[in-house]
Structures are given as structure tokens and as C-alpha cells.
């Protein structure tokens, strides 16, 4: 069997639903479809959450009438009875409705979890009701009670065994050769929801290929495969046919926002392929991430991490033992959950790059009880494999530059913003 993925982009719109169609019906496999969210379902979930937390529920409803004028206008476009589509979705709105009227927003990640995850519920029943419709028969499934994952809310992670048996049987292919199954979400042991993380489909779907045995994931993006660079910010990108698992792990770590981190590793347990391939063009190759490859990688791979802050922080008192105040860092740095980009440290001070998000304001906040905190925002990450002078020269020149790094083969030079 293989697994196919399409992200929020392709089903953003009824045209995009009508090419899964058409790819899916070029496949004659046992076939496991992970769906995100449609389009901007996500953010716009969020905004639903941040009023109901604020205690304003005509707002969140509000905002949660837009969200299900978003999915009527697809259906209505997409379906010759739209009643059909809308009637699929509904049981799912009246849900949220009757959690924003009656909920109290006490924890935030365990609320993003139960409202946020609703986003690929839909798109899936959506996609589901729409394929059977165009004939092409099969079975929704709710990962919700096949994915058990841990209880760390907004970034849960899965457990394999217990999914595994669950999974294994509600997808034995016995009856149905196609599947359809959210990507980002799962539940813990009790039950409660819980998501994956942003961007989590990715994750998703490597973990329902490892869990099924499959012979290949497929992730459909809006791009023609993996490049050197992102085309959207760099000329004269390259595109890359074959990456061994190790080169994909770098990257997405780097920060390229082709595939999700946690991709690779439910993948390469089981020495499965993972192709990326173009949505707009299906009869193309794209790309193939496996364990090895026929020749390296010849091409500069530049990589861009936006919306950075460098952290620097001192003790306060003079007793500076950088192992001890490293693993004290850290350790409050992995409980408000930064993701830690760079580092380096001095005789007296330890300065880290990370990711700008709502939890760091926390995690500043805790530093400060022993350490004394400074920090820089508004900065950019380029990190370059393969580097020469004259490519690291052509990206910093005229740029400010706080910390650099450079090995042999690779450079991380932290900007500010331009
Ligand atoms: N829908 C989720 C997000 O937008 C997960 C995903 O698309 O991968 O982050
Ligand atoms: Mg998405």
C-alpha cells in the first residue's frame, strides 16, 4: 500500500479537490489519504480559540460562521448537490458550537487541541463524501481514536505501539482499498485530542506509512519537488531528484519549510521512500528522499529561518560553570518548548538563536530568575551547505551580521532582517 498526503494548499479550493480526485483515480494500490486543513483553516481556527479563551463567544462564533462560509463555498463549487457536502460537515460545526457556548478556556494547549484539530475533520469528511461521489468508493476514518499519542498538547508526540494495533486493524484493507485520514491530529490514551504540531500532516503521514507497512509516502505540494532554495526568496533555484534521508533531515531542521522535522525518522525506521511531488503536475517525478543515493548533492542548499531572537544571557552571580548553566538554560528553554537554532558560548555568557513564538516571552521570564537576559529580535537564519566564498559573499554582503558560524562544508550566518 502507499500513502499519499495533500497539504492545506491543495484543498484549498474545489479545483484542488477535483485534481485529488483525478490523481487518485490514476492509482490502482491500496491506497491511505492524509488531508490537511483546507487552505488558511488553521490560522483561522486559531483566531476562533483566541476568543473563546478571552471569553468572548460571539466573537469565536463569529469567526466560526466565516470558517464554515469558507467550506459552503468549496462545497457549493465543488458538489453537484452541495446539500450533500454541507449535510457531512454539519454534526461537525453543531460540535464546536456547543464547546465555544459551554466551555471554559482554562488551559490554552488543551483547548487549541479539541477546537484547532476540527479543521482537518472537516477537510476529510469534505474530501471523503466528494470521492465517493465521483466514484471512487472509500472509508473515513477518525484518527482521532487510531493515533495514541502522549499528552503534550499542540506538539504531541505518537505512540507507535499502541497505534499501531489500532490503526493496523481499522485499516486492514479487507473491505476497502482507500483510506481517508486526517493529518496533524490524534488523541491521548483518554481520549482528549491532540495535534502534532504546526505543519504536523507531514509527521502524519510518515507515521501512518510506517505503521502500515507502506511501500512508499507521497507528500503533493504546491511545488515542482525539492529545490536548492526557496523561489520564492532566491534566483536560479535547482531542483534536487534524489536526497538521502541525513541531507532531508538537515534541511528541515535548518528550516526549510519543505517538510516538517519530524518527518523523516518514522521513514527511515523502516527504510521507506518518501517522494515530493508537484500537485499541479502530477505525471512529474519531483523528488525522492531514500537511504541512499546514486550521487551527492552538487548544488549550494540555502535555507532561510525567519523571524528569529538571539537570547544572551549571563549569570548573575560570577560563578560561571558552563555545563551547569547550559542544562539550566535548556532545560527551561525545552519546558516553554523553543526550538533552539544555533548556539555558542563564551567565558562568561551562552547566546542562543530561536524561533520567535508566543512561548518565549515565558521562557524569558524564567531565565531572568537566575540568569540576566538580554535579547535580539527581528532576525533571519541563513544557513548554506556547500558553501563557497563567493556564494556566502553574495548573501551577507552589506548585511549585519550577529553570530556566524562556518565549517568546511557549511555556514549559518544570523541576519537582521532586511
Ligand atoms: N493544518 C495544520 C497546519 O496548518 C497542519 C498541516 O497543515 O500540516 O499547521
Ligand atoms: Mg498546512
Known amino acids: 500500500m502507499k500513502v ?7 484543498v484549498r479550493s474545489a479545483e484542488g479537490i477535483r485534481n485529488i480526485a483525478h490523481i487518485v483515480s490514476g492509482v490502482n494500490d491500496q491506497l491511505f489519504i492524509v488531508v490537511s486543513a483546507m487552505g488558511k483553516t488553521t490560522n483561522a481556527m486559531e483566531v476562533v480559540l483566541d476568543y473563546f479563551m478571552k471569553a468572548n463567544h460571539q466573537a469565536s462564533l463569529d469567526k ?11 462545497i457549493t463549487e465543488l458538489f453537484a448537490q452541495p446539500e450533500t457536502g454541507k449535510a457531512a460537515i454539519k454534526p461537525l460545526f453543531d460540535e464546536l458550537r456547543q464547546y465555544i457556548t459551554n466551555g471554559i478556556g482554562d488551559d490554552y494547549d488543551r483547548w487549541y487541541d479539541r477546537l484547532v484539530s476540527y479543521g482537518e ?5 469534505i474530501v471523503s463524501v466528494f470521492l465517493a461521489e465521483s466514484g471512487i468508493d472509500n472509508a473515513w476514518l477518525d484518527l482521532r481514536q487510531l493515533i495514541v499519542t502522549d499528552s503534550n498538547y499542540r506538539e504531541a508526540n505518537v505512540r507507535m505501539d499502541e497505534s499501531q494495533i489500532r490503526l493496523q486493524q481499522a485499516a486492514d484493507f479487507s473491505k476497502n482499498r482507500i483510506y481517508i485520514g486526517q493529518g496533524f491530529i490524534g488523541a491521548n490514551i483518554k481520549g482528549d485530542p491532540t495535534t502534532l504540531g504546526r505543519e504536523g500532516s507531514d509527521y502524519s503521514a510518515a507515521v501512518v506509512g510506517n505503521l502500515l507497512n507502506a511501500e512508499s509516502v507521497t507528500i503533493w505540494k504546491d511545488v515542482p ?14 531542483h534536487i531528484p534524489e536526497l538521502t534521508y541525513l541531507d532531508a533531515v538537515e534541511l528541515a531542521y535548518s528550516g526549510a519549510q519543505i517538510i ?53 544571557i549571563r549569570p548573575r ?15 527551561v528553554m525545552n519546558k516553554h518548548r523553543l526550538k533552539v537554532a544555533m548556539i555558542q558560548s563564551s567565558a562568561i555568557s551562552i547566546s542562543v538563536c530561536v524561533d520567535n513564538t508566543r512561548y518565549l516571552a515565558g ?20 544557513t548554506i551547505r556547500g558553501l563557497n566564498d563567493e556564494i556566502v559573499e553574495k548573501n ?23
Open 317 to 331: 552571580n560570577f560563578s560561571f560553570v558552563l555545563e551547569e548553566s547550559l542544562s539550566k538554560a535548556f532545560a
Open 260 to 312: 516538517h522535522p519530524k518527518t523523516i525518522k518514522p521513514l527511515e525506521n523502516k527504510q521507506i521512500p518518501l517522494y515530493v511531488r508537484p500537485f499541479g503536475s502530477p505525471t512529474e517525478a519531483g523528488s525522492v528522499i531514500k537511504a541512499t543515493t546514486e550521487k551527492p548533492i552538487e548544488v549550494p542548499i540555502l535555507i532561510l529561518r525567519k523571524n528569529q531572537v538571539l537570547v544572551t
Open 121 to 125: 475533520v472537516i477537510s476529510t469528511k
Open 64 to 74: 466560526l460562521t466565516e470558517v464554515e462560509t469558507y467550506h459552503h463555498d468549496i
Open 225 to 238: 519537488g525539492i529545490l536548492n532554495a526557496d523561489p520564492r526568496i532566491f534566483e536560479n533555484t535547482v
Open 4 to 10: 499519499y498526503k495533500f497539504g492545506g494548499a491543495s
Open 396 to 418: 551577507t554582503t552589506g548585511r549585519t551580521c550577529l553570530l556566524t558560524q562556518r565549517t568546511r562544508r557549511s555556514g549559518r550566518f544570523l541576519m537582521k532582517e532586511i
Open 363 to 382: 521562557a524569558l521570564d524564567e531565565l531572568g530568575n537566575d540568569f540576566k537576559v538580554t535579547y535580539n529580535d527581528g532576525l533571519e537564519l541563513l
